[in-house]
């Protein structure tokens, strides 16, 4: 049994057409064994002219592939056209008589039919790349890395050519409508807005996220799942501050954390909470001195608070949007946000002096002076950030008695 295995990946096409035998091929061909040796010279010549038959990219139905990327280019991402397409293309490469043979001869070929096979799969790319090309510019989008136009397209290829293979086989399972929708989904995947940063591994971490995050995190255990939070955040902050918001993406910063993107997912779902997240760690791991020194007044140390704010913000300026977007919007994110806790606690402090010019509560006087610091910040980064922290303290703060 195993040498008959072994002499199967032996085998060469003229080792194929000599088990059907010269006879039978020119009896098929309706010319005598002496014509066929006349015009080829032997079988090994003839099985090359065979394979490069069956490998001609002309033979390719090149109009009917023409009329249905057509009909998708004329529409604005237009979702229906774009499954009918590939349903379409399974049910054309699934009835084509020649994909076993191109397949078998592969297979079977050996070596030799690698080159050829390579060939032909090229200009097929080739052929497709120069319609696709333009029905990307139509809608407006363009590939995400890692893909280019080559490798989209193969890809695209190999998941049509296993799934003709799996419908021609077993058509029960692998169904026109349900091979459209994963061909289409590489399809949104892959490609995004002309000008969106974002990677595929930033749009599969988009997509693998999940609204219930803590089924999701909670079989890692707790002291795990912090130290890699903070690996994330440690490998996020030099990036965001050295080329901002857009210059990074969720794959860059898992590859430099060690972890997968969908890992990176479980902890901050996108970039923006990655980003904001970010900020507040930038600012929290200054504080803890700042406000617990006892001998300096407390509109002092608040002031120097807001000044580290303010520093923060103007070094992550990138990342001082996205954390000003959750402070504003009420998100979940935001409460517990040790940046406004420390601020609070001063603010509170004032208010037991009767210092605040103000009657809101504590934790809405601490949201406005954070709210408004990095405001200011975002708006004018290269201002005096000391006098800013001080204009900002005096909005609410009532001056010290001399």
Do not use: C
Not at 100 to 109: E, F, K, P
Not at 323 to 338: C, I, K, M, S, V
């Amino acid at each position: 049994m195993e040498a008959a295995v072994r002499a199967l990946r032996e085998l060469a096409p003229a080792d194929l057409l000599s088990a059907i035998g010269s006879r039978e091929l020119a009896r098929r061909a309706e010319v005598s064994s002496t014509s066929l040796f006349y015009h080829f010279g032997s079988m090994e010549a003839f099985a090359d002219e065979v394979v490069g038959r069956v490998f001609d990219p002309d033979k390719l139905p090149k109009e009917r592939t023409h009329a249905l990327i057509g009909r998708v280019r004329a529409g604005v991402v237009p979702l229906p056209d774009l499954l009918e397409l590939h349903r379409q293309e399974l049910g054309r490469l699934s009835g084509d008589p020649e994909l076993r043979v191109r397949l078998g001869l592969w297979a079977l070929g050996g070596a030799a039919v690698d080159d050829v096979y390579a060939a032909y799969l090229t200009e097929l790319d080739r052929l497709l790349a120069a319609l696709v090309g333009p029905v990307f510019e139509g809608w407006g989008r363009e590939l995400r890395s890692p893909y280019d136009m080559a490798t989209f397209v193969a890809t695209q290829g190999a998941l049509l050519t296993g799934s003709a293979i799996r419908h021609v086989v077993d058509p029960r399972v692998s169904r026109p409508e349900v091979f459209a929708r994963a061909a289409g989904s590489l399809s949104v995947v892959a490609v995004g807005p002309v000008g969106d940063r974002r990677e595929v591994d930033d749009r599969l971490a988009e997509v693998n996220y999940y609204a219930d995050r803590a089924a999701v995190v909670a079989p890692t255990a707790d002291g795990r799942r912090e130290r890699t939070r903070a690996r994330i955040l440690q490998a996020a902050s030099a990036p965001f501050a050295e080329r901002g918001y857009d210059g990074v993406t969720l794959a860059q910063v898992a590859r430099a954390a060690g972890v997968s993107v969908s890992t990176l997912a479980q902890h901050f779902p996108t970039k923006a909470a990655l980003a904001a997240a970010v900020f507040r760690h930038a600012v929290a791991g200054h504080l803890a001195g700042l406000t617990t020194d006892p001998t300096t007044p407390a509109d002092d140390r608040l002031a120097d608070v807001v000044g580290e704010i303010a520093r923060a913000a103007g070094t992550y300026v990138g990342v001082a949007a996205p954390y000003l977007a959750e402070a504003t919007a009420h998100d979940p994110r935001h409460e517990g946000d040790p940046v406004v806790t420390a601020v609070r606690a001063l603010v509170e402090e004032l208010a037991a002096a009767d210092r605040l010019r103000t009657s809101l509560a504590a934790g809405a006087v601490a949201d406005l002076l954070v709210v408004t610091t990095v405001s200011q910040v975002v708006a004018a980064p290269s201002q005096d950030l000391v006098r800013l922290a001080h204009d900002v303290v005096g909005l609410v703060v009532e001056p010290s008695e001399v």
